[in-house]
């Protein structure tokens, strides 16, 4: 397994969860880190990235302010903080990895590597 994804879990709206996505040396070394979910009936949309050694963050506007991605790289571990979630952030979330060029940060189609997916549940 080349990414091992965390942490989801059912919290009330408000609240706050942070995601944990493991990855190989060789992966985390040396691509973008990016977090995706999906909700049931819709497609899978870019939630945030961060460069290789965390250079550079990016966020989609529907979560700017509330998540906050972060790397460690002595664990090759990147973190998604969740705060003040809502229920319409429920979706699956996704981390992935790949050689992703900056104007395509938040397309899925330069992520390579995906991992197993972890269920985010906000009730109201």
């Known amino acids: 397994v080349q990414l091992q994804a965390s942490g989801g879990g059912l919290v009330q709206a408000g609240g706050s969860l942070r995601l944990s996505c493991v990855a190989s040396?060789?992966?985390?070394?040396?691509?973008?880190m990016g977090w995706f979910r999906q909700a049931p009936g819709k497609e899978r949309e870019f939630v945030a990235a961060?460069?290789?050694?965390?250079?550079?963050?990016y966020y989609a506007d529907s979560v700017k302010g509330r998540f906050t991605i972060s790397r460690d790289n002595a664990k090759n571990t990147d973190y998604l903080q969740m705060n003040t979630l809502k229920p319409e952030d429920t979706a699956v979330y996704y981390c992935?990895?790949?050689?992703?060029?900056?104007?395509?940060?938040?397309?899925?189609?330069?992520?390579?590597?995906w991992g197993q997916g972890t269920q985010v549940t906000v009730s109201s």
């Open positions: 961060t460069g290789r050694n965390g250079a550079g963050r």
């Open positions: 040396e060789r992966i985390f070394s040396r691509y973008v």
């Open positions: 992935a990895a790949g050689p992703v060029i900056l104007s395509a940060i938040r397309s899925t189609t330069g992520y390579h590597v």
